[in-house]
């Protein structure tokens, strides 16, 4: 099963249309995965359904034959018509139980966290998660109305030994993923940190 790679994921790409020319977006995602992204989520929040379904569409031949799970975010019936792609959702979006039964049992499902009982409840939905996310750690332009949940977090996440992997997103970037490792992440999702670098490959590399 797909799900049974994330335990071994250390770094999250994120494929985001809010820091990735389009013309420049096979070229990103390629970096994404020769950098040594475990997992590539596209998010094109701004974008309709149809505009996804394109983008998508671009990207789907550098997953052929490949080991590393493509997820669309927030998009549950573009999951649902591509077999094989994964979804993450949100607090507000699609109820995970709903979406696992629309995309079905074999596809990576994920969904984003923000505080402690959010997380609990995510880790009660396991077997219908594959794995969460935990932030924003740090203070990010990516998620300008969450206020940054910090270090803590992160460790009463660990604390509860979940039985499925978490990442943790937000702010991240070469100089604090250490310290985010160390509390207890058991992976890194960095965004503007990698699609902005000039060698976005070396920078997913050092960061993971």
């Keep these: 099963m797909q ?43 701004k974008e309709s359904h149809d505009e996804r379904r394109k983008l998508l569409e671009r990207i789907l031949p ?11 975010n927030d998009d549950l019936e573009l999951a649902v018509a591509y077999p094989g792609i994964g979804l993450h959702v949100g607090q507000e979006d699609v109820c995970p139980r709903d979406a696992r039964d629309r995309i079905g049992s074999n ?14 409840d995510a880790i009660a939905m396991t ?26 977090l992160i460790r009463q996440v660990r604390a509860m030994s979940p039985p499925i992997p978490f990442f943790c997103i937000g702010g991240i970037g070469l100089d604090n993923a250490s310290e ?8 890194l999702v960095a965004v503007s940190a990698v699609l902005c670098a000039d060698d976005t490959v070396a920078a997913v590399r050092a960061i993971a």
Excluded at 23 to 30: A, D, G, L, M, V
């Design 3 to 45: 799900a049974d790679i994330l335990q071994s994921v250390r770094f999250y790409g994120i494929l985001d249309t809010g820091y990735v020319n389009p013309k420049n977006w096979e070229t990103k995602c390629r970096a994404l995965l020769k950098g040594g992204a475990g997992v590539v989520q596209l998010r094109a929040k």
């Design 62 to 72: 550098l997953f052929d034959g490949g080991n590393v799970p493509l997820v669309i």
């Design 107 to 120: 596809v990576i499902l994920g969904l984003s966290t923000h505080s402690q009982e959010q997380a609990k």
């Design 127 to 152: 077997g219908v998660l594959d794995y969460f996310a935990v932030g924003p750690v740090f203070p990010t332009g990516t998620k300008p109305d969450y206020e940054a949940v910090g270090l803590k």
């Design 180 to 187: 985010v490792r160390e509390a207890g992440a058991d992976g």
